[in-house]
């Protein structure tokens, strides 16, 4: 299974990006995903996952209200829709693939991971 993330850029504070990753290698639809992030200095965070239908998604408090998860399972794609942006949410996201049927929030339950792409809210 491979993850290509794409969408990542240097945007000003309270503007917006949309994250993509694109799946291949595999059967996308039976996979829950996650979003993470990593910042300088600091562990991988948690940001957001969704079922494999789509149907239930989950989020770190920091990003709730403000990020929205969605995917696409005809284009084997996960996008993360990304509002009113802080300089705290500088970092490299990561997609990832959920070794679980329902995805939590540790990055040990995660099979497979995209390279990243660098996000940075500039103030």
């Known amino acids: 299974v491979q993850l290509q993330a794409s969408g990542g850029g240097l945007v000003q504070v309270g503007g917006s990006l949309r994250l993509s990753c694109a799946v291949s290698?595999?059967?996308?639809?039976?996979?829950?995903m996650g979003w993470f992030r990593q910042a300088p200095g600091n562990e991988r965070e948690f940001v957001a996952a969704?079922?494999?239908?789509?149907?239930?998604?989950y989020y770190a408090d920091s990003v709730k209200g403000r990020f929205t998860v969605s995917r696409d399972n005809a284009k084997d794609t996960v996008a993360l829709q990304m509002n009113s942006l802080k300089p705290e949410d500088t970092a490299v996201y990561y997609c990832?693939?959920?070794?679980?049927?329902?995805?939590?929030?540790?990055?040990?339950?995660?099979?497979?991971w995209g390279q990243g792409t660098q996000v940075t809210v500039s103030s």
């Open positions: 990832a693939v959920a070794s679980l049927i329902i995805p939590t929030t540790n990055n040990y339950d995660y099979a497979y």
């Open positions: 290698g595999g059967t996308f639809s039976r996979y829950a």
């Open positions: 969704i079922t494999w239908s789509g149907g239930r998604s």
